[in-house]
């Protein structure tokens, strides 16, 4: 392979965390500073720690100021007010949850298509979401705005879908809750959906005009699909509303792949970034040495 200064520079990098990851690592599962930044971990981040509860106890003792966890919307209200109870005691923020989840293996919704049923069920989704949302005190939730309809000419999907979200930011925006809308790969994980870049989403976001309606930035998805993280950030950031980690390939903890988490985190400081940060991603070892190694990782980009 011929190296490039790119190639340089990013091995440069990788040499002076590992040493970090490593000396983290070593240290034990306790680790009481708290990060500078908000990463979220989510259930399964730390399972072998036992449930939702215990892992959000483990990961505040860590040093962890936030939580994110999509399936909360499926949770009995019960287990919402636990968890929510939970953050309170320990000063972490709720992260997103899934507002209105798409139908993966049917490749719907279609909230471009010709038919307004797809458009209000998804708005039916996003109403009840509200209720959700004030019991998690949470002040972002997912949405996926569906797959492509091969037979309506892109441009109308995207008004359609502008109008759409612009109908379900009046609805979130009263109550203090933003949507945000994630863009996703179609080369590795989704194929056939509609958002694929977060240059994408900011054209949509535009459109729709409104409060309730922003950008979740997930670079791992945007890595695959575009590259080019930090200038695309950059030109998008009025319409960006949360962000989520990962790296590729893998969409394993930061330093298993190509993206240089360290400098974005460098960038996000620049610029003031005081929201949370998803770790939408799994570990790269299982059990507990995989756990004191997600860790060490954050560690390591945190204090670069």
Same mark, same amino acid.
């Given at each position: 392979? $011929? /190296?490039? +200064?790119?190639?340089?520079?990013?091995?440069? &990098? *990788?040499? *002076?965390? @590992?040493?970090?990851?490593?000396?983290? *690592?070593? $240290?034990?599962?306790?680790?009481?500073?708290?990060? @500078?930044?908000?990463?979220?971990?989510?259930?399964?981040?730390?399972?072998?720690?036992?449930?939702?509860?215990?892992?959000?106890?483990?990961? !505040?003792?860590?040093?962890?100021?936030?939580?994110?966890?999509?399936?909360?919307?499926? +949770?009995?209200?019960?287990?919402?007010? !636990?968890?929510?109870?939970?953050?309170?005691?320990?000063?972490?923020?709720?992260?997103?949850?899934?507002?209105?989840?798409?139908?993966?293996?049917?490749?719907?919704? /279609?909230?471009?298509?010709?038919?307004?049923?797809?458009?209000?069920?998804?708005?039916?989704?996003? =109403?009840?979401? &509200?209720?959700?949302?004030?019991?998690?005190?949470?002040?972002?939730?997912?949405?996926?705005?569906?797959?492509?309809?091969?037979?309506?000419?892109?441009?109308?999907?995207?008004?359609?879908?502008?109008?759409?979200?612009?109908?379900?930011?009046?609805?979130?925006?009263?109550?203090?809750?933003?949507?945000?809308?994630?863009?996703?790969?179609? +080369?590795?994980?989704?194929?056939?959906?509609?958002?694929?870049?977060?240059?994408?989403?900011?054209?949509? !976001? =535009?459109?729709?005009?409104?409060?309730?309606? $922003?950008? /979740?930035?997930?670079? %791992?998805?945007?890595?695959?699909?575009?590259?080019?993280?930090?200038?695309?950030?950059?030109?998008?950031?009025?319409?960006?509303?949360?962000?989520?980690?990962?790296? #590729?390939?893998?969409?394993?903890?930061?330093?298993?792949?190509?993206? #240089? %988490? !360290?400098?974005? &985190?460098?960038?996000?400081?620049?610029?003031?970034?005081?929201?949370?940060?998803?770790?939408?991603?799994? #570990?790269?070892?299982?059990? +507990?040495?995989?756990?004191?190694?997600?860790?060490?990782?954050?560690?390591?980009?945190?204090?670069?």
């Amino acid at each position: 392979m $011929k /190296l490039s +200064r790119r190639n340089l520079i990013a091995a440069g &990098v *990788a040499a *002076a965390a @590992s040493p970090a990851i490593a000396a983290a *690592a070593g $240290k034990g599962s306790s680790n009481a500073a708290r990060f @500078s930044l908000g990463y979220a971990p989510h259930e399964g981040s730390f399972a072998s720690r036992g449930g939702l509860l215990e892992q959000i106890a483990y990961a !505040a003792d860590q040093g962890f100021r936030a939580w994110e966890d999509n399936e909360a919307r499926k +949770r009995p209200v019960e287990q919402q007010e !636990a968890m929510a109870k939970a953050l309170a005691q320990r000063g972490m923020t709720m992260g997103v949850f899934v507002a209105s989840m798409p139908k993966w293996a049917e490749f719907r919704p /279609l909230l471009g298509s010709n038919d307004d049923a797809e458009r209000e069920a998804f708005l039916a989704d996003i =109403r009840t979401s &509200v209720e959700v949302a004030k019991r998690l005190n949470a002040k972002h939730a997912t949405v996926v705005t569906g797959f492509m309809d091969r037979k309506v000419p892109q441009d109308i999907q995207t008004g359609r879908i502008i109008d759409c979200m612009r109908r379900a930011g009046d609805i979130v925006a009263p109550h203090g809750l933003t949507l945000v809308m994630e863009p996703l790969n179609t +080369r590795t994980n989704h194929p056939g959906v509609y958002m694929q870049s977060i240059a994408q989403g900011y054209a949509v !976001a =535009r459109g729709a005009n409104s409060p309730g309606v $922003k950008i /979740l930035a997930d670079l %791992y998805h945007e890595q695959i699909q575009s590259g080019n993280l930090i200038p695309t950030m950059e030109a998008c950031w009025a319409e960006i509303g949360y962000i989520q980690f990962g790296d #590729n390939p893998g969409r394993k903890e930061p330093g298993t792949g190509e993206i #240089n %988490y !360290a400098n974005i &985190v460098r960038w996000l400081r620049a610029r003031n970034y005081g929201g949370v940060i998803g770790m939408e991603h799994g #570990n790269s070892l299982a059990g +507990r040495e995989g756990e004191d190694r997600l860790v060490a990782a954050y560690r390591a980009i945190d204090q670069i």
